[in-house]
C-alpha cells in the first residue's frame, strides 16, 4: 500500500460526458502528479501540483483540467469524453526531490 | 529539457540468470534517478534511486543500479532473476532544481522464463 488513495477504482462512462477523478496523496506530500496510462501512448505525464499551485503540464488536453485542494487532495476533470480517452489515470505523491508514490488507479472506459 | 530513454521494449532472461534492463538520460543539472516497476493492473512501485553518493545503489527485491556520469546510462541489474520479477520497468530522471519535474521512459517489459 502506497498511502495514495484514487476513486473510483473503475468508471464506465459515455461518450460526450464528464467525469472526475480524486486522489488523496501520502500524509505530508505536497505534490500531486498524473498520469495516464494506455496500450498505444504509455505512460503520459498529465500535470504537478505542489501544494495547491500547478507547477508543471505535460500531454494534458484542453477537454482536462485539475486542481488541488487546500487539503492537498486532488481531482482531475475530463470533459466531452471521447473513446480514444479510455485508459488507466494514476495519482502520485513526493515529498520535495524524492520519489513518487503511485495509487492504484482509475480505469476509465467510454463506451 | 530532460529526457529518458529505454531501447529495449522487452527484455527477455531465463530464470537463474542475471539480468539487466537499460536506461540512458539527458538532463541539465544534477540528474536525480529512478526505477519502478508495474505489475499488470497496478500502480508503479519505487524499487530505487540515485541522487548523489555511491554509483552503485541496492533497491528492493534485489535490485541495483549503476550510475555513470560518463554514459549518462542507470541500468537495472539483479543477480539472478526469478519469475516473479516478470513485470514493466519505468526508468525516470528529474534533476536538481527542477521542481520535482520528472520524466518517465517508456518502459521495458520483463519475461522471465522458468
Known amino acids: 500500500d502506497s498511502g495514495v488513495t484514487q476513486t473510483p477504482k473503475h468508471l464506465i462512462t459515455a461518450t460526450g460526458q464528464r467525469v472526475t477523478l480524486r486522489c488523496s496523496p501520502r500524509?505530508?506530500?505536497?505534490?500531486v502528479y498524473w498520469y495516464q496510462q494506455s496500450l498505444d501512448q504509455g505512460l503520459q505525464f498529465l500535470i504537478q501540483?505542489?501544494?495547491?499551485?500547478?507547477?508543471a503540464k505535460g500531454n494534458i488536453l484542453e477537454r482536462f483540467s485539475a486542481q488541488q485542494f487546500p487539503d492537498l487532495h486532488s481531482e482531475l476533470n475530463l470533459s466531452s469524453l471521447e473513446l480514444g480517452d479510455s485508459a488507466l489515470y494514476f495519482c502520485?505523491?513526493?515529498?520535495?526531490?524524492?520519489?513518487?508514490?503511485f495509487g492504484p488507479g482509475t480505469r476509465l472506459t467510454v463506451l | 529539457a530532460q529526457s529518458v530513454a529505454q531501447p529495449e521494449d522487452q527484455v527477455n532472461v531465463a530464470e537463474g540468470n542475471p539480468l539487466t534492463v537499460k536506461c540512458t538520460y539527458s538532463?541539465?543539472?544534477?540528474?536525480?534517478l529512478f526505477w519502478y516497476v508495474q505489475y499488470p493492473n497496478r500502480g508503479l512501485q519505487f524499487l530505487l534511486k540515485?541522487?548523489?553518493?555511491?554509483?552503485l545503489v541496492k533497491g528492493s527485491y534485489g535490485f541495483e543500479a549503476e550510475f555513470n556520469k560518463s554514459q549518462t546510462s542507470f541500468h537495472l541489474k539483479k543477480p539472478s532473476a526469478l519469475v516473479s520479477d516478470s513485470a514493466l520497468y519505468f526508468c525516470?530522471?528529474?534533476?536538481?532544481?527542477?521542481?520535482?519535474?520528472?520524466?518517465f521512459g517508456t518502459g521495458t517489459k520483463l519475461q522471465v522464463i522458468p
Open positions: 502520485a505523491s513526493s515529498a520535495f526531490g524524492n520519489e513518487q508514490f
Open positions: 500524509s505530508g506530500d505536497l505534490s
Open positions: 501540483y505542489y501544494n495547491g499551485e500547478e507547477r
Open positions: 538532463v541539465s543539472g544534477n540528474p536525480y
Open positions: 540515485y541522487i548523489t553518493g555511491d554509483n
Open positions: 525516470a530522471v528529474g534533476y536538481s532544481g527542477g521542481y520535482q519535474k520528472v520524466t
